[in-house]
C-alpha cells in the first residue's frame, strides 16, 4: 500500500523541493498550498503521485477547514511535514487578532498535530537555527507585541520548537514520532523585501544552499524512528537555552490551547 505524506507550503522553495523528494521515494504527496493556482501549478509540474490541497493557515478556522479535507481525504498520514513558514517584514495580525507569523509558525502546525493525531504515524517540522535568538513571552509572541523582523521570526520558531518535545511526550504510547530540523541556510523567498536591505538580501542568498540541498535532510527523516529530536541538518544536537526550558514549553503549550479552543 502507497504511503501518503502531507507537506505544508509545498508549492515553493525546500517544501516544493520536498515534495519532489517525497515523490521519488514512492510516496503518495499532498501538497498544500494557500494559493490554490500555484499550488496546483507546482503539483502538475512534480513527478510521481502529487496533488494539490488548498489550505490556508492564518486562522484557527481555516486551519480548521484544512484538517477536516485532510480527514476526508486519508485515512492515514505515514508522513506530516510542517514545511510552511513566514518571516515578517511588519507586524500584521490576523482574522484572530494574532500575529501573522505566530499564526503560521506556530499556531498552525501545533492545531494540525491535534486535529490529525488519531491518523498520524510520523510529524517533521521544519525549524530554523535562529530559534536561539527568540525569547518567547506567552501573552506577548502571539499579539507580536514589541515586534521586529528578526526578533518574531525567531521567537515564533522558537514558540514551535518548545512544543516538539511535549508531542513526542504525549504520542511515546501511540505509535506516532516526531523529529524538528534546521535545513541550512537555505536560498529561497523566505524572508524577501523590497529596498537597499532587499537588494544586500538578494545578493547575500546567492552564497547560500539550494531549496534541494536544504530538502534533503527534511526528507531523509520522513523514514525515522527516532522521536522529540533537533537535528542541525543531519546532525542531532541538543536544544539550547529557552528551548530546553521544560517549564516555559508548558506555558506555550497551555497557551495554543487556549488560542486554539477558543476560536
Same mark, same amino acid.
Given at each position: 500500500m502507497t504511503s501518503l505524506a502531507v507537506v505544508t507550503g509545498g508549492n515553493r522553495g525546500i517544501g516544493y523541493a520536498v515534495c519532489a523528494r517525497l515523490a521519488a521515494d514512492g510516496y503518495k504527496v499532498l501538497l498544500? /498550498?494557500?494559493?490554490?493556482?500555484?499550488?496546483?501549478?507546482?503539483a502538475a509540474a512534480l513527478a510521481g503521485?502529487?496533488?494539490?490541497?488548498?489550505?490556508?493557515?492564518?486562522?484557527?478556522? #481555516?486551519?480548521?477547514?484544512?484538517?477536516?479535507?485532510?480527514?476526508?481525504?486519508?485515512?492515514?498520514?505515514?508522513? %506530516? =511535514?510542517?514545511?510552511a513558514g513566514l518571516w515578517p517584514s511588519r507586524r500584521v495580525l490576523?482574522?484572530?487578532?494574532?500575529?501573522? #507569523?505566530? /499564526?503560521?509558525?506556530?499556531?498552525?502546525?501545533?492545531?494540525?498535530?491535534?486535529?490529525?493525531?488519531?491518523? %498520524?504515524?510520523? =510529524?517533521?517540522?521544519? #525549524? /530554523?537555527?535562529?530559534?536561539?535568538?527568540?525569547? /518567547?513571552?506567552p501573552g506577548r509572541t502571539a499579539v507580536g507585541a514589541d515586534f521586529s523582523s528578526l526578533r518574531t521570526y525567531a521567537d515564533t520558531k522558537l514558540c514551535n520548537l518548545l512544543t516538539v518535545p511535549l508531542f513526542a511526550d504525549r504520542w511515546r504510547d501511540r505509535g506516532i514520532t516526531i523529529d524538528a530540523v534546521h535545513p541550512g541556510v537555505i536560498r529561497t523567498g523566505l524572508g524577501d523585501r523590497g529596498g537597499p536591505l532587499g537588494w544586500l %538580501?538578494?545578493?547575500?542568498?546567492?552564497?547560500?544552499?539550494?531549496?534541494?540541498?536544504?530538502?534533503?535532510?527534511?526528507?531523509? %527523516?520522513?523514514r525515522e524512528t527516532g522521536t522529540g529530536r533537533y537535528f542541525d541538518q543531519t546532525r542531532e544536537v541538543p536544544l539550547e537555552g529557552p528551548a530546553a526550558d521544560r517549564d516555559l514549553a508548558r506555558r506555550i503549550w497551555d497557551e495554543a490551547e487556549e488560542l486554539t479552543a477558543a476560536r
Amino acid at each position: 500500500m502507497t504511503s501518503l505524506a502531507v507537506v505544508t507550503g509545498g508549492n515553493r522553495g525546500i517544501g516544493y523541493a520536498v515534495c519532489a523528494r517525497l515523490a521519488a521515494d514512492g510516496y503518495k504527496v499532498l501538497l498544500v /498550498a494557500r494559493d490554490p493556482v500555484r499550488g496546483r501549478r507546482a503539483a502538475a509540474a512534480l513527478a510521481g503521485d502529487v496533488e494539490c490541497v488548498p489550505g490556508d493557515l492564518t486562522t484557527v478556522a #481555516s486551519v480548521r477547514r484544512l484538517a477536516e479535507d485532510l480527514r476526508t481525504r486519508c485515512p492515514r498520514v505515514e508522513v %506530516l =511535514v510542517h514545511n510552511a513558514g513566514l518571516w515578517p517584514s511588519r507586524r500584521v495580525l490576523t482574522g484572530d487578532g494574532l500575529e501573522e #507569523s505566530f /499564526a503560521v509558525n506556530h499556531l498552525a502546525p501545533f492545531l494540525l498535530n491535534h486535529l490529525l493525531e488519531d491518523r %498520524l504515524e510520523r =510529524v517533521v517540522q521544519v #525549524s /530554523a537555527g535562529l530559534y536561539v535568538k527568540g525569547r /518567547a513571552e506567552p501573552g506577548r509572541t502571539a499579539v507580536g507585541a514589541d515586534f521586529s523582523s528578526l526578533r518574531t521570526y525567531a521567537d515564533t520558531k522558537l514558540c514551535n520548537l518548545l512544543t516538539v518535545p511535549l508531542f513526542a511526550d504525549r504520542w511515546r504510547d501511540r505509535g506516532i514520532t516526531i523529529d524538528a530540523v534546521h535545513p541550512g541556510v537555505i536560498r529561497t523567498g523566505l524572508g524577501d523585501r523590497g529596498g537597499p536591505l532587499g537588494w544586500l %538580501l538578494k545578493a547575500a542568498k546567492r552564497k547560500w544552499a539550494t531549496p534541494e540541498e536544504g530538502a534533503a535532510p527534511v526528507a531523509a %527523516l520522513a523514514r525515522e524512528t527516532g522521536t522529540g529530536r533537533y537535528f542541525d541538518q543531519t546532525r542531532e544536537v541538543p536544544l539550547e537555552g529557552p528551548a530546553a526550558d521544560r517549564d516555559l514549553a508548558r506555558r506555550i503549550w497551555d497557551e495554543a490551547e487556549e488560542l486554539t479552543a477558543a476560536r
